[in-house]
Structures are given as structure tokens and as C-alpha cells.
């Protein structure tokens, strides 16, 4: 069983950034594929950016492409979520998933594990 928890998450101005974590507890989160979903008042939730387990092998939807940057940190069994330039439609609630076959995902059903989600609101 992996526990995951965000943070970071919080109020910033279009154009600003944040950084958000995803700490998992129970297991090594190593050989897992890692993502990132939001998901915005009255709409489903979507995939934001990814990481398989093995070294650079990013993916990330278009909307947040050359703003966004994940990675993972297996020693700290943490995964971060670098968002710059933000836009007032990042604002979201944002939830770490995670898929023990490490091939991960843009699809939500191929993750067993998530976290609570963190709040991010972005002001004009």
C-alpha cells in the first residue's frame, strides 16, 4: 500500500509560480509511473504531466508544456511539480497519482494510487 500527500500548493498571481510535492509513504515509489491531474470546479479530471520510472522520460499535456516541469527524487521518495507562468486556468485542485507498473499514463483508470489533492489558485 503507497500513501501519497501534496503540497504547496496556495494563492499566486498569473504569471508567478509554484511548487508543488507529492511525498509517498509505505513503499518505494521508485519503479512507479508518477503523474500529475487537476481538476477544476464542475469539470473531470485531468492529466497534467508524468514521469516513468526510468530516468527522463517526461510527458506532458499541451497546456502545460514548456510551463510545467516534473520530476521525482527517489531517494527522498518524493515527486515535485514545477509551474511556472501561471495562467488564471491552472487554478485546480491537483492530485499525484501513482502506477505500480511504472509504464504510466495520460488516462486516470491506469493509476491504483492518489493522493488528497492540493489547492491552486491562480489571481489575475
Known amino acids: 500500500q503507497v500513501q501519497l500527500v501534496e503540497s504547496g500548493g496556495g494563492l499566486a498571481q498569473a504569471g508567478g509560480s509554484l511548487r508543488l510535492s507529492c511525498a509517498a509513504s509505505?513503499?518505494?515509489?521508485?519503479?512507479?509511473?508518477m503523474s500529475w491531474f487537476r481538476q477544476a470546479p464542475g469539470k473531470e479530471r485531468d492529466f497534467v504531466a508524468g514521469?516513468?520510472?526510468?530516468?527522463?522520460?517526461?510527458y506532458y499535456s499541451d497546456s502545460v508544456k514548456g510551463r510545467f516541469t516534473i520530476s521525482r527524487d527517489n531517494a527522498e521518495n518524493t515527486v515535485y511539480l514545477q509551474m511556472n507562468s501561471l495562467k488564471t486556468e491552472d487554478t485546480a485542485v491537483y492530485f499525484c497519482?501513482?502506477?505500480?507498473?511504472?509504464?504510466?499514463?495520460?488516462?486516470?483508470?491506469?493509476?491504483?494510487?492518489w493522493g488528497q489533492g492540493t489547492q491552486v489558485t491562480v489571481s489575475s
Open positions: 514521469v516513468r520510472w526510468r530516468p527522463g522520460s517526461q
Open positions: 497519482a501513482a502506477d505500480p507498473s511504472g509504464s504510466g499514463s495520460s488516462r486516470s483508470g491506469a493509476y491504483t494510487y
Open positions: 509505505g513503499r518505494s515509489i521508485s519503479a512507479y509511473g
